[in-house]
Every structure is written in structure tokens, then in C-alpha cells.
């Protein structure tokens, strides 16, 4: 228990008047890529935001490198070294490639410039539109951005939601491969609904259904269960 | 090629004056018209860095500047019961003027602070109650202000270096209106800047548009909101001095007066711009001496056909966007 | 040009509720109501004193003005700042025509009142027409703008407004106050009877028609638009017609309400009908009652103007309890200090409002009694 990365016991979250996680309790090693699974509205991006801090846990408590931060105000568990990769092509539409980059280095230092560095190469179209706005690339780009935006500090953990999310194939592949680079520097919590994905990046998984866990376990052994996969997932 | 016909079509409008007012004339009125739209950018700036950057529109900023004013007002007499203000030189009014801005712009970003954490921060995303709670947030001001200062006009004391003028090809200037323009410049300078180049404009714009993303990051993204703020009440009370030793009188009502005119430099320039800002605290200045010299009843009634007539052309006034 | 309709949904109760369940028969409310305004026709026999008649009639004129505001603000989603503005134009056209007049007769009444109604109806379209397709904070500025160049344009333009002195005159006709025409139950019907009675009638009619107003298509349409304009422009509404209409009917019946005013006092300066502290009055008294309710409007100024009329006199001889401290008989001086903390607590905690929280509340329990009756089937 103690080695754990990030470990959240029995927590419960409320949006509103709707009670939305009841109880979930997972925790998370260092090193891979640990998948969350479940239907939409099973609660899983909303684990994300509450660890985060941007939703307040109602009850239970979560630990991140044996300190506690449910009560903790967002930018300090960021600079905690959690980065957030929230869904939906999280860029910042008015500002350029650039000043993305730039907001995201929290400090302007040598590793950082390094790492921004390292990242281009990595998804060389950024480079190109460098002084463009975001809000003008196309939604893969967004999407590599939004993902590039948080490789560029050194975190130790990255939540990323639904990355694939709206993107054509052969983009996804391009996403893949990217992930598989990074968590083997970055302990990674990926959420995402393109199982062959998940399957090629993942190492654990957590499944969650109705704001609870309901499976643990390696993804290729859930894989393997064709009953499971077909009671919480429908594949 | 548009934006080239527009400038043009702008000068054209600059030098219609000359139609009926000779060029010696033309200029003095130029001088004092630039000198008034720097003191109104000075109020009109504070005003669009809170709502063009934190999407508030804060009816209490007039309360700012005429606490700003008063402040100024209170430093100078100060200065003038100590007998320095009379004699003074011009570099030595120049540092008093610093000492009353400071404390003014100190004072109302100290107000700022303590506005924004006390109720703007409960109201931000929604316009309506920004507008209700900040036109009773400047009610409560003022009558603070009426309970410190009292609620008669007073006079302040200026310097009589800055009454003096210099004179440049028979026109006659008068060294605080150089000042004014000198510091309205600066000021556009300094917050085009600040916007465009640093790290802290970038955080706040990207603050603006998405708050969950600058929280993530690790940004404090309240401190941050609040120091714009502060920085824009701040703005707003270094017009109020100004403002007050321009008219070398303050009195509690002084900020509804200079609030319209801020107001229609916003809607004129568009919201949230700057630069709009700046451009159209120029025409508001401009023409209210133009015509406050040729036709003096009609001097405010020309900044409201103005701003008709620029809404009409472009609805979301000069430099607005969307 | 609406709110967002998160916001609205917050801050205005919708009549719903209330109205469908007094179609049928008279309830208690209706009662109540009936009571109310005869209590007000009673008043200057009961009290004879001149204080509690003045008290009385500006609550009712401001109950009308408070009521009209309601139509933009609760009804429509718009923040107008214009609306004591137009209240002005109404108090200053009728004041401007029995002065300039060498002999008014009743007709010049009539007279101010349908130049105070084009006045209001041709300023109200052109605001309209310029800014109600924009986003609501640009309304706001531009009529904030606009109200306080009329209050400059007051005070200014002296041949015509005598400036900060204000105008006095004199009523014609029926309504001047010298006239008498006898005693009733020991109190003396003149010319100023008749001009109460012609406020408690006035504004029960207007208020009436208020009320039918925001019940008709037209008003339900306006709070679909409120609610979620995008909606009804979706199911084919013009929503700026709709909009217009509101805007030209609350304001033409603040500027009526301004005519009560002016004819009540019989005098009227800039400070007194144009100054912004009438518009912050106004929104406080919509405030209190509760915005979307229109009732609400009643005890937003009944309680504004009951306390503005007796608070400061309160002060003053607690104040007097300790005479030697100076700061106290300053705060004791400066009572709008509390009006204008009053008014941010009660956006800021209270936003619906008093009678929009009853209502809240008593919407609550229906739906709570409904769940467990469908519960129990």
C-alpha cells in the first residue's frame, strides 16, 4: 500500500444535487500506464477531476506520494508534479502554439526548454504552426498539443481523459505511439473508450460502473474475459 | 487595403475642424482635446483590462477613481499646508505628482483587492449579478467617501508650475497637459506589453478563456484575477488624480460624471480591447473640444452621435472582436 | 441581449405555480390582495396625517414603476438602466407643460401625458434598435450611458429645466390642492385627495395590465426567451419583437409612473427623477421583492420607502444617545450607507428576493407532496 503512487480510498463525489462517484477506492503503482474503463457516465472522468482537485471529494480521502491532498487547492497538487490532460482537445484556443507552450511551463528552465524541445520532435507539426492560434489547428493537432502542452514539465504523474476521443484513425495510431513514448518516462492514468488503444498502451486496468470500481486487474487478462467485458463495457 | 481607406477616412475626420477653425486654434484645441483622452483612457483602460480580461463589467470603477481623486486631492493639500505646493519647480511638482499618484493608485488597488475578494469573486461568469452588485458596491463607496470627506466640492491645490505653458509655433501648451498625454501614452505602452509579452498577460488571458486548464497547470488562477483587478482599480484611481487636478476640484458625485465618458470610449473602441480603448479615449477627447469650441451646448451630445453612429457601422465598436 | 439561462433560472421564479391555481375561484391571496388595495383607499380617512398619505402614495407610484422593471428585468432578461430615465421623462413632461403653460387646463394634462408616452415610445425603440442584439453588459452600459446624459442634459440645459433648481407648479383643474369640495367623515376632500385617488386608481389599472401582460402568449413567450433564447428562436419566435414589446411597454408605463410623481409633488429637479440613485432605489426595490414575481414589487417599495422615510429620523435620535461622539453622528447621517450594503447582501445572499423565496419554497413543497403521492401509488 505504502509504495503506491496515488491511492484514493472510498471516495465519494457530489456535482450538484447528483451523486456521482460512491466509493471509489483504487491505487495506483509507479511506472505504466494504468487504464480506466467503464460505460459513459460511470464517474471515470470525474475520478480525474477529483483527484485534480477541481472537484471537492465529499468523503473519503486521496493520497498522492503518501501526502494528502483531497483538501488542497488545484494549482498546489499541480505543482505537486500531477499533470491534467482534460477531454475535449484541451488547448487554449486565443493563445498561439507558442504562448500554449509557454503557459504551460510553470518555470522557464533548462530541463523545461529541454523537454520543449524533445516534445517538437515528437509531434513535428506543432513547430510548424508555432505563432498560429490554436483555436485554427485541426482537432488532431489539438489534441497533440494538448497532450504536448504537459510533457513539457517534468510531472510524475499525468491524468489524461479520453485522448482519442473524435480523432480519425490514423491519428489515433499517431496518439498511441506517443503515449507508449511517455509512459515510459511518466507514470500515466489514461481514461479511454478505444479499447485496441488502451490495449496497445495500457498495463493494469480499473473498470468503474454506477461511481464505483468493479474490476481490477492486467488489461490482457481482461482481454481475455469475454463475459466481463461484455457486462461493463458492451464490446 | 481596407484598414489603409479607414485610416484615411480617419484623418479626413481629424482635419475637418479646419473647416471652421483656424490652424493656431485647431492645434491649442488638439493639445487640450489629446491631454482630456489621456485622462479618460486612464479611467476607460481600468475599466476594459476587468471586463476584457476577467469578463466583468464593474459599475463600481467610478467609485475607484473618485476615492483615486480624493486621495490625490488629500496628498496635495497635505504638500500645499506644508507650503510646498506654491513655489515649487516644475521637477518638483512633477515629484509630488508622483507621491499623489502612487498613493492613489496603493489606495485603489487596495480597494480592488479588498472588492474583488469580498463579493466579485462570488459573482464571476454572471453578467447580471456583476451588474447589480457592482452598481451597489459603488453606492456604498461613494458614501464612504461622502462620510471621510464630506459632501461638498473642494478645491485643489496645483501647483503652479503646471499651470505654465510653453509656447511651439503660437500655440500655447501648458506643461500638465504634456504630462497627461506623456502618462496616458505610458500607460497604453506598459499595458500592451504586459499583455502581449509576459508571461502573467498570457496566464490571464488564458485564465479568461479556460480556468480549469491555468488551474491544472498549476497557476493560481484567483490571485491572479484578483491582481488584475486590483491592478484595474488601481488604473482607475490615478485617473481620479489626474481627473482632479485637470479640474482642480473634486467633489463625491465626480465619478458618474467620468464614468459616461468611459463608458462610451468602451463601447466606441469595443469591449476588451485595449488598443479600442485608446483610439477611442482619442475621439472622445478630440472631438468634445472640437465641438465643445464651435457649438458648445452640443460638446457631450456629439460623443453620444458618435458613438451611434460607429455602432451602426460596427456593431461591436472599433476594435472588437467576435 | 438575454442572460444566460442558468442565471435566470436562479434568480426568477416563474408565476406559474401561483397563477394557474387562481383561475378558478378567489383564493386567500386574492383576498389579501382586494384587502390591500382597499386598505389604501382607506388610508387618508383613517390617517389624517399628511406623512403617512405621502408615504402611501409613493408606495404605490413606485410599486408601479418597481412593477415595470420587473417586466425587463424578471420577465425579459434585460438590465436597462434607462428605466428611471424614462420615469424622468414622464415626472419632467408634465412639469414642463402645466409650467410653460400660462393657464393649464385639464387638457394639458392629457397633453404631457401622450408627450411622455411618444417621447418614451421613440426612446425606447431606439435603444432597442441599437443594442438589443448584443450581449446584456453592452445594453447596460449603453443605457447606464444614456441615463446619465439625460441627468446632465437636466441640469444643464437651464431655459428650459430651471436646472439644479428643479421646476415647482401648479396643478389645474380638479387637481390643484386649493381646491375643496367638502368634508367626509372628518377629513377634507381637495384637490389633493383627487390626485391620491387618481394614483391608487392608476396604478391599479397599470399594475393590472402588467399582470394580464406577462400572462398573455406575449409574456410567456418573453419568459421562454429568458429562460433560453436560443430555444426560441429554434421553435420560429422573433425574439426581438418580443423583446421590443417588453422594453416599449415597461418603459411607457415608468414614464406614466413618472407623471404620478411629478403630479404628487408637484415638483421635480434632475437629483430628484434622473439621478442614478433612483435607478439603484428601483433595482434594490425589485431586489427585495423578488425579480419575476411583479407582487414582489409591492413589498420592495413599500419596505424601501417606509424606511427611507423613517430610518433617518431613527438614526438621527439614537445618535442623539450619545452626543459626544462625532463619527457616530456622522454614520447616523449618511443612511443610504445601509441601503447600499443592504443592497449588496441581498444580491449577493438573497437573489431571489422575499416573495420569490416564499414562492421557491412553495413550489418545493408541491413537488415534494406530488413525489410522495406518486411514491404511495
Known amino acids: 500500500m ?90 487554449l484556443f486565443n493563445l ?68 482519442s476521443k473524435g480523432l480519425a484513425p490514423i491519428v489515433v495510431d499517431q496518439l498511441g505511439e506517443a503515449l507508449l513514448r511517455i509512459k515510459d518516462k511518466t507514470k500515466v492514468i489514461l481514461v479511454e473508450q478505444n479499447f485496441n488503444l488502451a490495449c496497445q498502451v495500457g498495463t493494469d486496468c480499473f473498470i468503474l460502473d454506477d461511481g464505483q470500481v468493479v474490476f481490477h486487474g492486467m488489461i490482457d487478462e481482461l482481454a481475455k474475459d469475454k463475459p466481463m467485458m461484455k457486462a461493463y463495457l458492451g464490446i | 487595403m481596407k484598414s489603409k481607406a479607414n485610416t484615411m477616412a480617419g484623418l479626413g475626420l481629424l482635419l475637418m475642424p479646419l473647416i471652421w477653425i483656424d490652424p493656431v486654434t485647431y492645434l491649442t484645441l488638439t493639445v487640450a482635446g489629446l491631454s482630456l483622452g489621456m485622462l479618460i483612457f486612464l479611467i476607460a483602460s481600468g475599466l476594459t483590462l476587468i471586463f476584457g480580461l476577467m469578463d466583468v463589467l464593474n459599475l463600481a470603477h467610478a467609485a475607484f477613481f473618485a476615492f483615486g481623486a480624493y486621495m490625490g486631492y488629500t496628498v496635495l493639500y497635505l504638500f500645499n499646508s506644508w507650503g510646498w505646493i506654491e513655489g515649487a519647480s516644475l521637477w518638483g511638482s512633477l515629484w509630488f505628482l508622483v507621491v499623489a499618484l502612487g498613493t492613489a493608485g496603493l489606495v485603489g488597488a487596495l480597494l480592488g483587492v479588498i472588492t474583488e475578494r469580498l463579493v466579485i469573486q462570488r459573482v464571476y461568469g454572471d453578467h447580471l449579478m456583476q451588474l447589480l452588485v457592482t452598481v451597489g458596491v459603488s453606492f456604498v463607496m461613494v458614501e464612504i467617501l461622502k462620510i471621510i470627506w464630506g459632501v461638498n466640492d473642494e478645491v485643489v491645490p496645483i501647483p503652479l508650475a503646471f499651470q505654465d505653458s510653453f ?145 451602426l457601422i460596427r456593431p461591436k465598436g472599433l476594435f472588437g472582436k467576435e | 441581449m438575454i442572460m444566460d439561462s442558468g442565471m435566470t433560472d436562479k434568480m426568477a421564479v416563474n408565476d406559474h405555480t401561483l397563477s394557474k391555481e387562481n383561475v378558478p375561484a378567489l383564493t386567500s391571496l386574492d383576498t389579501f390582495r382586494i384587502g390591500i388595495v382597499i386598505l389604501m383607499g382607506l388610508v387618508p380617512f383613517i390617517f389624517p396625517s399628511f406623512r403617512v398619505m405621502d408615504v402611501m402614495a409613493k408606495i404605490m407610484i413606485f410599486t408601479l414603476v418597481v412593477a415595470s422593471f420587473d417586466l425587463l428585468l424578471g420577465y425579459t432578461g434585460i438590465l436597462s438602466f434607462a428605466h428611471g430615465m424614462f ?176 403630479m404628487w409633488l408637484c415638483y421635480v429637479n434632475p437629483d430628484s427623477v434622473f439621478h442614478t440613485a433612483i435607478m439603484v432605489n428601483i433595482l434594490l426595490m425589485v431586489l427585495i421583492g423578488g425579480m419575476g414575481t411583479l407582487y414582489g414589487s409591492v413589498i420592495g417599495a413599500a419596505f424601501l420607502i417606509i424606511t427611507e422615510n423613517w430610518l433617518p429620523q431613527l438614526l438621527k435620535s439614537a445618535a442623539e444617545l450619545v452626543p459626544q461622539s462625532h463619527v457616530i453622528q456622522v454614520l447616523a447621517d449618511r443612511w443610504q450607507l445601509y441601503f447600499g450594503i443592504l443592497f449588496v447582501l441581498v444580491v449577493l445572499f438573497f437573489p431571489k428576493g422575499v416573495l420569490g423565496t416564499i414562492r421557491a419554497h412553495y413550489r418545493q413543497r408541491v413537488i415534494e407532496s406530488e413525489s410522495i403521492e406518486n411514491q404511495l401509488k
Open chain 1, 2 to 91: 505504502n509504495d503506491s503512487m496515488l491511492t484514493l480510498d472510498d471516495v465519494h463525489t457530489h456535482i450538484g444535487q447528483h451523486h456521482i462517484l460512491q466509493g471509489v477506492s483504487l491505487s495506483v503503482n509507479p511506472g505504466g500506464a494504468t487504464i480506466l474503463l467503464g460505460r459513459n457516465g460511470a464517474g471515470k472522468s470525474t475520478t480525474l477531476k477529483t483527484i485534480m482537485g477541481l472537484y471537492p471529494a465529499s468523503k473519503g480521502s486521496i493520497r498522492f506520494k503518501g501526502e494528502k491532498i483531497h483538501r488542497e487547492k488545484t494549482h498546489k497538487i499541480a505543482r505537486m508534479g500531477m499533470g491534467f490532460v482534460p477531454e475535449d482537445h484541451a488547448v
Open chain 1, 96 to 163: 498561439t502554439v507558442e504562448e500554449n507552450f509557454r503557459l504551460s511551463m510553470v518555470e522557464e528552465t533548462e530541463t523545461t526548454r529541454q523537454n520543449l524541445e524533445d516534445v517538437l520532435e515528437l509531434f513535428p507539426a506543432l513547430r510548424k504552426f508555432w505563432k498560429t492560434k490554436a483555436g485554427l489547428l485541426s482537432g488532431g493537432q489539438k489534441q497533440m498539443l494538448a497532450i504536448a502542452r504537459v510533457f513539457v514539465c517534468d510531472h510524475s504523474l499525468l491524468l489524461i481523459d479520453e485522448p
Open chain 2, 167 to 311: 509656447i511651439i509655433y503660437g500655440v500655447f501648451v501648458e506643461y500638465f497637459r504634456v504630462v497627461a498625454i506623456l502618462l496616458g501614452v505610458l500607460v497604453f505602452a506598459v499595458l500592451q506589453f504586459m499583455l502581449k509579452k509576459t508571461k502573467i498577460g498570457i496566464i490571464v488571458r488564458a485564465g479568461v478563456e479556460n480556468r480549469e486548464i491555468v488551474q491544472t497547470t498549476g497557476y493560481n488562477i484567483n490571485r491572479i484575477f484578483t491582481m488584475v483587478f486590483a491592478l484595474g482599480a488601481a488604473f482607475a484611481a490615478i485617473g481620479g488624480t489626474m481627473m482632479a487636478i485637470f479640474n482642480q476640484a473634486v467633489d463625491p458625485g465626480m465619478g458618474d460624471q467620468f464614468l459616461i465618458f468611459a463608458l462610451i470610449v468602451v463601447i466606441i473602441g469595443g469591449m476588451g480591447s485595449v488598443t479600442g480603448s485608446f483610439v477611442g479615449a482619442i475621439i472622445v477627447g478630440l472631438s468634445f473640444n472640437y465641438v465643445a469650441y464651435l457649438v458648445p451646448k452640443m460638446a457631450l451630445g456629439v460623443n453620444f452621435m458618435i458613438m451611434a453612429i460607429i455602432l
Open chain 3, 87 to 262: 420615469f424622468g421623462i414622464g415626472a419632467y413632461s408634465v412639469a414642463l407643460i402645466l409650467y410653460h403653460t400660462a393657464a393649464p387646463a385639464w387638457y394639458h394634462i392629457i397633453i404631457a401625458i401622450l408627450i411622455s408616452l411618444v417621447v418614451s415610445i421613440g426612446l425606447s425603440l431606439v435603444i432597442s434598435f441599437f443594442s438589443l442584439r448584443v450581449k446584456a453588459i453592452f445594453f447596460a452600459m449603453l443605457t447606464l450611458a444614456l441615463a446619465e446624459f439625460a441627468h446632465i442634459l437636466g441640469v444643464q440645459w437651464t431655459s428650459l429645466t430651471g436646472g439644479e433648481d428643479g421646476i415647482s407648479f401648479t396643478l389645474p383643474w380638479i387637481f390643484n390642492f386649493n381646491h375643496t369640495f367638502g368634508t367626509v367623515w372628518h377629513t377634507q376632500i381637495n384637490g389633493r385627495l383627487v390626485v391620491y385617488f387618481l394614483i391608487l386608481f392608476s396604478t391599479l389599472f397599470l399594475f393590472a395590465g402588467l399582470v394580464r401582460f406577462t400572462r398573455s402568449p406575449v409574456g410567456r413567450v418573453l419568459q421562454s426567451i429568458r429562460d433560453n433564447e436560443q430555444r426560441a428562436v429554434a421553435l420560429g419566435y422573433q425574439t426581438f419583437r418580443y423583446q421590443i414589446y417588453s422594453i416599449v411597454f415597461g418603459s411607457s408605463v415608468a414614464s406614466l409612473g413618472g407623471i404620478l410623481f411629478a
